[in-house]
């Protein structure tokens, strides 16, 4: 079992949809959470990090984190074409190892 | 956010010759360094963990003596690929964390091509 798990996609909305991305983990000593966009042929960019449990919003951005079931999630409100790339998810233990998902494609779709 | 430059961006190099790859942080010293490792439609590698001053550490399976990672300066680390084969061939990211940061900041990334 991977440590953080991350469904592939590809995912497709429509305009103006509201995306919902997830992740699970399974390393209860996990205490930040990441999320980073990345589009092709460039380097991840941070949208996003958490501590421990919560929500946390920045713009049409939302990540939420529930420690007790080890999930992690990014919200998308009135997503735009803008918004099509890879979404990558990733926790940090105490150790400072990082660890990442494989990423989740979106496509919006105008 | 802070920024983290990368250099070259595209590199095309002959069979056998080594490459460099700079990765500096612009307006945070990044205690922290990370090079990676992404091929395409695949998720990031993390090939090594360098802390400035100190040697790096590199990830199991990845070559020390072919990838040669310095991290002399608080805002510059550099990837060397010693006598790069086309197998090297690859998107190379780096990244950065201060010391009172968790967060990583990555860089455009650099596309090496070996011919």
């Known amino acids: 079992q991977k440590e953080v798990e991350q469904d592939p996609g590809p995912l497709s909305v429509p305009e103006g949809a509201i995306v919902s991305l997830n992740c699970t983990y399974s390393n209860s000593a996990f205490q930040y959470f990441m999320w980073y966009r990345q589009y092709s042929r460039k380097g991840p960019e941070l949208l996003m990090y958490t501590y421990s449990s919560g929500n946390k919003e920045d713009g049409r951005f939302t990540a939420q984190v529930d420690k007790s079931s080890k999930y992690i999630s990014l919200f998308i409100r009135d997503s735009q074409p803008s918004d099509s790339a890879t979404y990558l998810c990733a926790a940090l233990s105490g150790t400072y190892k990082y660890i990442f998902g494989t990423g989740t494609r979106l496509k919006v779709l105008a | 956010g802070a920024v983290v430059s990368q250099h070259p961006s595209w590199v095309i190099c002959k069979s056998g010759t080594s490459v460099k790859i700079e990765c500096r942080s612009l307006?945070?010293?990044?205690?922290?360094m990370f090079w990676y490792r992404q091929f395409p439609k695949q998720s990031l590698m993390l090939m090594a963990t360098?802390?400035?001053?100190?040697?790096?550490?590199?990830e199991q399976g990845v070559e020390k003596d072919k990838f040669l990672i310095n991290h002399a300066s608080l805002t510059l680390s550099t990837l060397t690929v010693t006598s790069a084969h086309p197998e090297d061939s690859s998107f190379y990211i780096c990244?950065?964390?201060?010391?009172?940061?968790?967060?990583?900041?990555f860089g455009p990334g650099t596309r090496l091509t070996v011919t």
């Open positions: 990244s950065a964390r201060s010391r009172q940061a968790y967060e990583q900041y």
């Open positions: 360098s802390n400035e001053g100190s040697k790096a550490t590199y």
């Open positions: 307006d945070f010293q990044a205690t922290t």
